[in-house]
């Protein structure tokens, strides 16, 4: 039997979502690290419902995904209870280095669809790491294995530039950056 706990990523036009999302303070994490508050207090305010029905569910293997704030409380998730996998789609920074540690041994697939903006961010600059093993789709739709970041950086540029000059000119009726484009969820799917 499979269970599969997913969690919506962030929802135009509602403000709780958008402030979650803004908050990229570091806290500490439950000993882990320290990961975005923003995310972690959302996290707090439906764990112990979660809880509950995961405890319904004994003996079945589980699996956590999430879309963007989605993917986020999925990873939060499974350092609070591990799950047999995580599958994550245009995922922010979660938290930390050590955070990210604390996660060693969850089977963990990242996937990230070419220019995606939310997948970088919040910056490294401010502790944040990436966790889980990179699944890059490139500017053809063609997940690629083993890609280097700079073999990833240059294909984002072709990707946004060929992009403006086909879609973005025709405001309003698309999306005006790839970098925006890549994150909607049925671009994923694509």
Same mark, same amino acid.
């Given at each position: 039997?499979?269970?599969?706990?997913?969690?919506?990523?962030?929802?135009? *036009?509602?403000?709780?979502?958008?402030?979650?999302?803004?908050?990229?303070?570091?806290r500490?994490?439950?000993?882990?690290?320290?990961?975005?508050? *923003?995310f972690?207090?959302?996290?707090?305010?439906?764990?112990?419902?979660?809880?509950?029905?995961?405890?319904? /569910?004994q003996?079945?293997?589980l699996?956590?995904?999430?879309?963007?704030?989605?993917?986020?409380?999925a990873?939060?998730?499974?350092?609070?209870?591990r799950?047999?996998?995580?599958?994550?789609? *245009?995922?922010?920074?979660?938290?930390?280095a050590?955070?990210?540690?604390?996660?060693?041994?969850?089977? /963990?697939?990242?996937?990230?669809d070419?220019?995606?903006?939310?997948?970088?961010?919040?910056?490294?600059?401010?502790?944040?790491a /990436?966790?889980g093993?990179?699944?890059?789709?490139?500017?053809?739709?063609?997940?690629?294995?083993?890609?280097?970041?700079?073999?990833?950086?240059?294909?984002?540029?072709?990707?946004?530039?060929?992009?403006?000059?086909?879609?973005?000119?025709?405001?309003?009726?698309?999306?005006?950056?790839?970098?925006?484009?890549?994150?909607t969820?049925?671009?994923?799917?694509?």
């Amino acid at each position: 039997r499979l269970g599969v706990l997913a969690f919506r990523g962030t929802q135009a *036009g509602e403000l709780k979502d958008t402030l979650t999302d803004a908050n990229a303070f570091l806290r500490p994490w439950a000993g882990m690290g320290r990961v975005h508050k *923003g995310f972690a207090d959302m996290l707090a305010g439906t764990w112990r419902d979660i809880q509950a029905a995961l405890e319904g /569910h004994q003996g079945i293997r589980l699996l956590y995904t999430g879309h963007s704030l989605g993917a986020a409380l999925a990873n939060l998730s499974a350092a609070l209870r591990r799950p047999d996998g995580l599958y994550t789609f *245009g995922s922010p920074r979660v938290g930390d280095a050590a955070f990210g540690g604390s996660l060693m041994g969850v089977m /963990h697939e990242r996937y990230v669809d070419c220019s995606d903006i939310v997948c970088r961010i919040p910056d490294t600059i401010w502790s944040f790491a /990436h966790i889980g093993v990179m699944k890059y789709f490139d500017r053809n739709g063609v997940l690629r294995a083993g890609i280097g970041d700079a073999e990833i950086r240059a294909d984002q540029r072709s990707a946004e530039i060929a992009y403006l000059l086909r879609y973005g000119w025709r405001q309003p009726t698309n999306v005006l950056l790839r970098s925006f484009a890549d994150h909607t969820p049925i671009n994923y799917v694509h």
